[in-house]
């Protein structure tokens, strides 16, 4: 089992950046893949970025490729989310996720098994 808690949300001016951190617990975090999803008000819960178990291999969502950068420390138990050229479309709650099984891959919220509460990014113009 993985408990997981955000932080590093805030308000941003739109091309600004923010990092975002993620705290994880729990004896197996090495072998979760791990992911950032995001949610604004009236949408869906959207796939940002995730990473293997080992931090070599990234993969994200359309709308951050090149923007955005995920990276992980296992030893820390840490997930980072560095958001870099902030637009408004970016505001929403950032959430870290964890799927129900280690070393697997999925940009599907479904698959996501633990979740944190949330940190908000606000990008202002």
């Known amino acids: 089992q993985v408990q997981l808690v955000e932080s590093g949300g805030g308000l941003v001016q739109a091309g600004g950046s923010l990092r975002l951190s993620c705290a994880a617990s729990?004896?197996?975090?090495?072998?979760?893949?791990m992911a950032w999803f995001r949610q604004a008000p009236g949408k869906e819960r959207e796939f940002v970025a995730g990473?293997?178990?080992?931090?070599?291999?990234?993969y994200y969502g359309d709308s951050v490729k090149d923007r955005f950068t995920i990276s992980r420390d296992n030893a820390k138990k840490m997930v980072y989310l560095q958001m870099n050229s902030l637009n408004l479309e970016d505001t929403a709650v950032y959430y870290c996720?964890?799927?129900?099984?280690?070393?697997?891959?999925?940009?599907?919220?479904?698959?996501?098994?633990?979740w944190g509460q949330g940190t908000q990014v606000t990008v202002s113009s």
């Open positions: 996720a964890a799927p129900g099984r280690p070393n697997f891959y999925s940009d599907s919220s479904s698959e996501f098994t633990y």
């Open positions: 990473i293997s178990w080992n931090g070599i291999i990234p």
């Open positions: 729990g004896d197996t975090f090495s072998t979760y893949v």
